[in-house]
T-cell receptor, first 113, second 112 residues
Framework: GNSVTQMEGPVTLSEEAFLTINCTYT??????LFWYVQYPGEGLQLLLK?????DKGSNKGFEATYRKETTSFHLEKGSVQVSDSAVYFC????????????FGKGTRLSVIA | EAEVAQSPRYKITEKSQAVAFWCDPI?????LYWYRQILGQGPELLVQ????????DSQLPKDRFSAERLKGVDSTLKIQPAELGDSAMYLC??????????FGPGTRLTVL
């Protein structure tokens, strides 16, 4: 079956620190991979995506590379800000079409000044 | 920028009562999803619509949950009767032809 495993939080970092949130997946076929962010009390916002192996998704200083050989899609940012404090979800879409996303459990990030 | 609308944002109810949530997807998005997000977990699919037809409701507890999208536009999710374990965030998402899903702000349900 399809599943996503991401590192457990919470992760607490000082401002300007380097961020890595690990995500690995299990899927049949060739999934698309996503990172969503959820700010307190809000819905999910798409942060970045990659649709095939070796693609790099990037947005707002965040980036993640689709690694088929290690079935991973780790999220990184070189210098975090207090405003990056949120819950981050790794997700996969098993197909190229309109099928439901499979989410990880989320990782809470807290950035302190 | 077009957004998915949901209402209400918050709902508090007593167990055994009926509740209903509404979702208006981005205009033109034929596919609509309802997800449930339990506190501390990732969202899980309840039901998927393609236009007015149900594509996948295998995870919808049909003894108490129902969902409809009568004209293929907005959608309603109902719970009757609500149970304590239904307390969660209910998220609606929509998508066009590609696989990018856009989420609404969610309805946070608390069952007392």
């Amino acid at each position: 079956g399809n599943s996503v495993t991401q590192m457990e939080g919470p992760v607490t970092l000082s401002e300007e620190a380097f961020l890595t949130i690990n995500c690995t997946y299990t899927a049949t076929g060739y999934p698309s991979l996503f990172w969503y962010v959820q700010y307190p009390g809000e819905g999910l916002q798409l942060l970045l995506k990659a649709t095939k192996a070796d693609d790099k998704g990037s947005n707002k200083g965040f980036e993640a590379t689709y690694r088929k050989e290690t079935t991973s899609f780790h999220l990184e940012k070189g210098s975090v800000q207090v405003s990056d404090s949120a819950v981050y979800f790794c997700a996969l879409n098993p197909t190229a079409g309109n099928t439901p996303l499979v989410f990880g459990k989320g990782t809470r990030l807290s950035v302190i000044a | 920028e077009a957004e998915v609308a949901q209402s209400p944002r918050y709902k508090i109810t007593e167990k055994s009562q009926a509740v209903a949530f509404w979702c208006d997807p981005i205009s033109g998005h034929a596919t609509l999803y309802w997800y449930r997000q339990i506190l501390g977990q990732g969202p899980e699919l309840l039901v998927q619509f393609q236009d007015e037809s149900v594509v996948d409701d295998s995870q919808l507890p049909k003894d108490r949950f129902s969902a409809e999208r009568l004209k293929g536009v907005d959608s309603t999710l109902k719970i009757q009767p609500a149970e304590l374990g239904d307390s969660a965030m209910y998220l609606c998402a929509s998508s066009l032809r590609n696989n990018e899903q856009f989420f609404g702000p969610g309805t946070r349900l608390t069952v007392l």
